[in-house]
């Protein structure tokens, strides 16, 4: 079977490397905004991503919409508080993974408000 | 009971490893009665399972604590209705319901295609038999339901959020897709493993590939539903990783339908087809894979799921089977046809492929990122919304182009003139829609803009096309207009039906732009009496009370609702705190306008002790246009399957002489 | 008691094929037999050509394809329409020739 040049199979090459080309950049660039655990948060100034176990107690202030909880490493033992406010999610209870933003200020983490996300919980995994 | 259960579950396994051992001995050397033989022990499988699944049900309906499964999901005071349900909410069960679903779907599709299966592809039994037996080992050796204890009071209760009709149905639906996906990939092996390359294997499981895609799409849907009510934070879609698993290889099926046409039509994209249908069974398994083993949270937790690891290596093993299939058959499986322009219809299919294909792969690289970025560098990041919304638009307006382009342009090579013609009336519409928008404010969303006028161009060709259809039947027929229309559709099933389900994207469309680009939001505080605005909408705080329901304290906040100054009802928001549970969770109040289709959604989020409450009020336009796009792309789905007598006896007389002639 | 039914049930109708005194013989299943690839081959290839000589009656009727690049188009698709309905026939007759023989013969 002769190999003639077929202009289709050229574009389709081009559009493959665009595409690459397009993603690297993303990730590279934007990608993702580091989300970091309680452990690593110190030091840190500016607006960060925290994830980790909530920890009890939780505080709900008698007169504002305000929580205050704990996070703790996924895997480790140190812990932060947490003062958030805004909207909570249905998935949000003691020993879920939470995911949040904000400011570690004097050593307790300021969330920005409504930032405060529950991974929906894989329901199959075993509740570790 | 459980001993039956446990019984029937390691009977099952004997007899698809059985079915496997032999049928692929059966396979290689040829042997008709081997592969009866193992053909028949996939069928007693499915009963065996079938066993099993109702040994389950039943200790489900008695409230058996002494089966850990059933106490660790469900309670005394969970409805009837979500107790059976729960069949399928926990790990061990769910795994229960694929081998189900998987055993009947291999059974039906073998014995509807028998003699198929028998004189062509008996390599089919082996293969899917392998998938099952995975599935059967999870079951017996590592995850079974029916371990016991020393049953408990009570049992654990159900996730709250589990406890809604969607997410009910939401599971089930999307392994009939998953599993549907597995008849195609085996007879496509199948038909690799015996070195044929002409698309018989297309033709008998066209139907299955449909359904199977049906399913998955509409178990999207579904499950976006339930986000949208129960997880409640306004919007419909978070590309989250659990939602993505089912979406990939549903935008892989959804290039591998249409692209198995080009080889139906001019014999091309063969290679094409063969990795696309094996890449959507994959990624099924994947998506199968991401939700089950905590991957997701943490590539450190992956390992403390027992069945992580074991699902990770069986997608090795079918990938690396894929491919060896494929590269091994790939001299023979290359078309010979060349194609010819870059402006063509078959151009336009390997368009769509690059794209559906493209898009999957951004978020299957999404989805994984965090994992390599985690293992690789020690840094968890986490890929947010603007990445996926960013690719999606990339990638699915041309999409949504394709759709208005691709039924015009001729095969082979389009004369661009004939192009021109076909889509002025198209384009002319698509402008006349985007001006008036762009005069109504549309601007505020560029890229929603560009989709609206997409849009319009798409419905306007998928107009014509049934237009111009039943007037090309009517000049040359003898009837009026509806029997010329309903001629067209039933002679032409999967063409209309495909421009139905068309014409549902296009919907969905409207309905995320609408949502995505032009809702509108306030965050309040408020006493009894005191309201809030948003949009057209005037909501007053009335008061709020509380209850205790079957198997949860609710409280609710009651709200008036004014529209335009006008009262146009009431609703509630508000939480409910479990008690098996020890959960709380929001149930919003939403108040649909169906004219307009859009939605007001208030979230309750805090009930303070001085009766003032905080809510969040939120208008979303032209969010139902979504649901309404899910059911209009059922029917088309349903159009487009629906059996045609005449085809059917057109390759019945096909593929008649085969295996006859063999024997003469 | 149930189960051990079941299992002896399951066991007898797995082995049934086995057992199967060999009326038809212990006849090996065809594998990829070369002539009735090509004839499947050359049906498809019927088939496709039919069809498209349809779709392309029908795409100009309704207009999506011009009058000109109609009749550029329907003679090749004929052309090779009837080529392939000349094969097939050319196909058919020995194979008819062998049925005959064993029917008679």
Redesign the interface.
Known sequence: MAKRRNPVRLVVALSIAAVLAIFLIWTSLAGGTPSLQPSQLAGKTGEVGLAGIVVGPVDEAEDESRLEFTLRDIEGEATVPVVYTGSVPDLFKVGREVYVKGKLVDGTFVATPDSLVTKCPSKYAPES | MPELGRAALVAAFGLILYAVVVGSYAAWRGRRRLLDSATNALFAAFAAVGVASLVLLAALARNDFSLDYVARLTSRELPNGYTLAAFWSGQEGSLLLWLFVLTGAASAAVALNRRLVREVLPWTVPIIGGVALFFAFLLVVVASPFDTQAAPADGAGMNPSLQNPYMIAHPPMLYLGYVGLTVPFAFAMAALASRRVDERWIVVTRRWTLAAWTFLGFGVLLGAKWAYEEVGWGGWYAWDPVENAALMPWLVATAFLHSVMVQEKKDMLRVWNVILVAGAFALSLFGTFLTRSGVISSIHSFTQSSIGPFFLGFIAVVAAFSIALIITRLPQLRSKTRMESLVSREAAFLYNNLFLVALALTILWGVIYPLVSEAVRGVAVSVGAPYYDFFAIVFGLPLVLLMGIGPVVAWRRASLRSLARQLAWPTGVALAVGVLLLAGGAGSSPAGLIGYTLGAFVLTTIVLEFVRGTRARKSIGTGGWWPAFSGLVARNRRRYGGYVVHASIVLLLVGAVGIGGFSSSREVRLDRGEAAEVGDYRVVYTGSSEQRGANAQEVRAHLEVFRDGERVGTMEAGKNSYFAEEQTSNEVGIRTDWLRGEDLFVIADRFFADGSVQLDVIVNPLVNLIWLAGLVFVLGAAVAMWPDAREQRRLAQRFAGEGALARA | M??AL??VA?VV??????L?TAR?G????????P???I???A???R??AL??LK?LE??H??????DE?YRA?VGPLRREAAEVLRELEHEDRP?RE??KA?VHG
């Open positions: 149930l189960g079941l299992t399951c109708f797995v082995a049934r094929p086995l199967r038809t212990e006849e090996p299943l065809e594998g990829a037999n002539a009735e690839q004839r499947v081959r049906l498809e290839r088939d496709r069809a498209a779709e029908f795409d009727r309704t207009g999506k394809v011009s690049d188009l194979e062998g049925v064993d």
